[in-house]
């Protein structure tokens, strides 16, 4: 038996106005959509700008960057290991150029679609379980379509067809911290929050369930 239908609303320019460590909670439980595919958001990383040396803004504005520096709520997407891309939610003031990456999703819609994005093209063999559809960065963008096309797309108007909507799931009550992963600068921090339990999580040691750690008060 199915449950009630939930409405979704996308989320407004508002909710990403806010410190990377604050935002970067409460996007877990909401929905990334790009047409027929949608998923729910199950693990993030938070980046703060000049305040952090993991950051690619961390030394200031550069092409590559530059989406970062814009307004909240645009998506922020860099090609790494001269093979993936990552995708990122804008956030905080502008010219801040805080951001949220994007590194998980529970796939809920357009599945036929995300698997032909992931493995159109493999050699013989069998095709890896759903599970590894969406789970890390490089995953999501590759199952979504996101390349560096969709660099500057506003999520808050469904640019290029990508947005982050709500539908009334809120973050969990206790949400899973650990330090960030896949980097060598303050790789300690604990600013990677993800669903405790949640099989798409991307698999990685050491994580540990409490609050998220912010900044004191009056550091941005």
Not at 30 to 44: A, F, H, P, Q, T
Request: net charge positive; glycine share 12%; proline share 10%.
């Amino acid at each position: 038996m199915t449950g009630p239908v939930r409405r979704r609303r996308v989320l407004p320019r508002r909710f990403y106005d806010g410190d990377a460590l604050e935002v970067a909670p409460q996007l877990l439980n909401k929905i990334l959509v790009r047409g027929r595919r949608s998923g729910r958001i199950v693990e993030v990383e938070a980046y703060r700008g000049a305040q952090d040396p993991a950051s690619h803004a961390y030394r200031g504005q550069t092409r590559r960057n530059a989406t970062m520096f814009g307004p909240p709520g645009r998506l922020y997407v860099y090609f790494t290991y001269g093979m993936h891309w990552c995708a990122n939610a804008v956030c905080g003031p502008e010219g801040e150029a805080q951001a949220v990456l994007l590194r998980a999703v529970t796939p809920l819609s357009g599945l036929e679609e995300m698997r032909h994005s992931r493995w159109a093209g493999r050699g013989p063999g069998p095709v890896p379980a759903d599970r590894q559809l969406t789970s890390g960065p490089a995953r999501l963008c590759q199952a979504f379509a996101i390349t560096g096309e969709d660099d500057g797309a506003d999520l808050v108007r469904r640019d290029r067809g990508l947005a982050v909507v709500d539908d009334g799931t809120p973050p969990p009550r206790r949400v899973g911290v650990s330090g960030r992963v896949g980097i060598s600068a303050a790789s300690e921090l604990p600013w990677r929050f993800f669903v405790p339990g949640e099989p798409h999580v991307s698999g990685v040691p050491g994580p540990r369930t409490g609050r998220p750690v912010l900044p004191a008060p009056g550091r941005r």
